[in-house]
Nanobody, 121 residues
Framework: EVQLVESGGGSVQAGGSLKLSCVAS?????MGWFRQALGKEREGVAG???????EYAESVKGRFTISKDNTMNTLSLQMNSLKPEDTAVYYC??????????????????WGQGIQVTVSS
């Protein structure tokens, strides 16, 4: 079993930046970031497929950048130009199997505990 530990959340004003990090306890084939706002379903934000390709939700394209350090088993999400609608609990997700649906919840077996990101206007 792979354990995921997130860090880097917090509060920021609109237009600001935050960087989230996630450390995995073992090797992973696919990793991604999801978020869940109050009263809404969990949605895929960004993911890195086994072939290294990156996928982004339309709402974050051009503002968020996902990256992975395979030597350190670390996934990062650089979030720029943050908006109040980005406020949510952000979750790191991973799986050891080479699935390709990087933004689909059903792709992932392992989940982090979640970290709060709050953007004020």
């Amino acid at each position: 079993e792979v354990q995921l530990v997130e860090s880097g959340g917090g509060s920021v004003q609109a237009g600001g930046s935050l960087k989230l990090s996630c450390v995995a306890s073992g090797p992973t084939a696919i990793m991604g970031w999801f978020r869940q706002a109050l009263g809404k379903e969990r949605e895929g934000v960004a993911g890195i497929r086994p072939d290294g390709a990156k996928e982004y939700a339309e709402s974050v394209k051009g503002r968020f950048t996902i990256s992975k350090d395979n030597t350190m088993n670390t996934l990062s999400l650089q979030m720029n130009s943050l908006k109040p609608e980005d406020t949510a609990v952000y979750y790191c997700a991973a799986d050891s199997r080479p699935w390709y649906g990087a933004l689909l919840r059903q792709t992932y077996t392992y989940w982090g505990q979640g970290i709060q990101v709050t953007v004020s206007s």
